[in-house]
């Protein structure tokens, strides 16, 4: 362990040598990488030093032991040395997790496209309760939310809402959300009190910008519209909803939230941008999971992941066998239990590949 941290910090020093390069300044995009690579990097280098501190106590301690007579003063080394071995141990620990390669992607921000499936009605109402729940995750976290496209349900809640979150390591939590919520409960349309099942898929995107994917405007045709539902005089009355087509790929990313068709055309922009860049993310993530029996974060858009009984105030979540009877306090937002627990579970997951 100890020669591999001692080459991160000298791949640490060499990148911060290339960043005072003129050469490197001038050049936006890698000095943006390099800059994100040293950052990255920090704890690590923070973590050897510490640790590299106590190992050189440890063996400074046993050489003292092996020369000093005074027992008093023996017994007081013997006592230092248990406690810097119980140290050792426990930023070993800590410091295999650090080692773990992380998802490149997990420090950007993030779009997350929520959308009703199975269940009519009903599934809108759900969708728009998933939004409620990430809305005041975000605000617990201090994330900014911005809203990039929305069409209501007829009853409520919503067929689909994109937002922007953006904040420190955005996509690193929200990723483990990607997949089919189900929920199961009296709908407010049912007459006979029966118990349906309906269900709302959530995708989330790690936000590229500007450096990951270039875009060729030739490419891009832009369509503008009228705006629809609320919001005012300029609703159906001015074309500053804009509607984005990548020609090469047939991706498609619309917005409308705002009333500025310049801003409705960046924000649009920004996740359209993000789609075709997750054509990559996509190969990536079905590269680790092929790797894998069981993925946490697969990315899987299909595949079930998490029930929500509402007659039992149950939650489950199938990756990991995880039941919860906290149903309300979770749809309030306090989900990071769950992101905590999933995390955990993919980290032993890669500390088994890496042993």
Known sequence: MIDKLAAIHE?????????????????MKKFIKLSKDYKDLQPIVDAYKEYKNVIDNIESTRELLKTEKDEEFREMAKMELNELIGKRDLMEEDIRIMLIPQDPEDGKNAIMEI???????EASIFAGDLFRMYNKYCETKGWKVELVDETEGTVGGFKEIIINVSGKDVYGQLKYE?????????????????????????????????FDVELNPADIRKDTYCSSGPGGQSV??????????????GI??????????????DKALAVLRSRIYELEHQKYLDEISSKRKTMVSSGDRSAKIRTYNWPQGRVTDHRINLTMYNLQNIIDGNIQEIIDKLQLAENAERLKDDI
């Open 252 to 265: 498609v990313a619309q917005c409308q939230d705002q009333k500025s068709q310049l801003k409705n055309y």
């Open 178 to 210: 990607s997949g089919v919520h189900r929920v199961q409960r009296v709908p407010k349309t049912e007459t006979q009190g029966r118990v349906h099942t309906s269900a709302a898929s959530v995708a989330v995107l790690p936000e590229a910008d500007e």
């Open 236 to 249: 159906n009355t001015t074309y500053s909803a804009i509607r984005l087509t990548h020609i090469p790929t």
């Open 11 to 27: 791949r640490w020093k060499e990148i911060g040598e290339q960043m005072n390069d003129p050469g490197v300044v001038s050049d």
């Open 115 to 121: 959308r009703a499936g199975t269940g009519g009605d």
